[in-house]
């Protein structure tokens, strides 16, 4: 049968089979082999529930390790904190180059009463699946988990926990004051959790993002409207920075994109440049 690792805890592994979990173990070559079995995997396990084969997995993200990850849900709050665009844009760009699936969740949207973040919010419904997430209304997240294996990422505060509790997880959640200072990470056993029609990692916070891996190219394909125009752009190697005839300045210039990204994007190309001038 084939199934996916949803749990590992001291030598013991939970394989999800359809709606049933059996708990295995590894068949000894793997103990020898030192080859690693992670969350997420999906494996061939036998009527003894003996993991006999680890099948083939198209990524692998560590601390905490999950592997077969299908979509990254970003979780941004509109207030409490305030919508940090800097730290979404670096997100977005992360989990670009890392190829995976991006969906966005708007949260606490009832704290923008007047709407504010409209236009911004528009601008990312452009550009990927956008959510919402209100903790005292009914939300619609139809489709949001399908079939998929999904990591909450967000910054600590923006009511992660609290979403997973309206979906019948039971989390521990922050008070708001405590969430926004020096949180204390506790951490936990991986675990995917059933969740509506997906599967999602019960660890919510996923790791931290560090852009030591990235160059300027990296940087200028991760903003995907920048590199859909920058085939516009005069020079094929345009980083729409100072160059002449640059069909992102342009888009810039009429407003179609947004400015806050496009000043992100010339943030990051700083930072990237300082951790590449401190590796020489
Ligand atoms: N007004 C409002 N507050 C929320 C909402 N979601 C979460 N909160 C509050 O924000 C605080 C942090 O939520 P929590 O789920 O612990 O955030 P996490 O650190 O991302 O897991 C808690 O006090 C929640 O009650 C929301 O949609 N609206
Ligand atoms: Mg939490
Ligand atoms: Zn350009």
Do not use: W
Request: hydrophobic share 35%.
């Amino acid at each position: 049968m084939e199934g996916i690792v949803t749990k590992l805890v001291s030598g013991d592994y939970t394989v999800r089979v359809k709606d049933k979990e059996y708990i295995c173990k590894p068949r000894g070559v793997f103990r020898h082999t030192e080859q690693d079995i992670y969350v997420g995997d999906r494996v061939i396990i036998d009527e003894d529930n003996i993991i006999t084969k680890v099948l083939e997995r198209k990524n692998l993200l560590l601390r905490p390790s999950v592997a077969n990850i299908d979509q990254v849900i970003l979780v941004f709050s509109l207030k409490e904190p305030d919508l940090n665009l800097h730290l979404l844009d670096k997100m977005i760009a992360y989990y670009e180059y890392l190829d995976l699936e991006i969906t966005i969740v708007f949260s606490k949207i009832d704290l923008d009463e007047e709407q504010i973040y409209l236009d911004i919010v528009n601008y990312y419904k452009s550009l990927y699946k956008v959510y919402f997430f209100s903790k005292n209304e009914e939300n619609d997240f139809k489709g949001l988990f399908t079939d998929k294996i999904s990591v909450l990422s967000g910054q600590s505060g923006v009511g992660k926990s609290t979403l997973l509790n309206t979906l019948g997880f039971n989390l521990k959640t922050q008070e708001i004051s405590q969430a926004l200072g020096r949180g204390k990470h506790t951490t936990r056993h991986v675990e995917l959790y059933k969740v509506l029609d997906g599967l999602v990692m019960d660890t919510p916070g996923f790791g931290t993002i560090s852009l030591e891996e990235f160059n300027e190219t990296i940087l200028a394909h991760s903003f995907k409207e920048f590199f859909v125009l920058s085939r516009n752009c005069r020079f094929a190697t345009c980083l729409h920075i100072n160059e002449p005839n640059c069909a992102v300045k342009e888009a810039v210039e009429k407003g179609k994109i947004l400015k806050s990204r496009y000043e992100n994007y010339l943030l990051l190309h700083e930072e990237i440049k300082e951790i590449q001038k401190k590796k020489y």
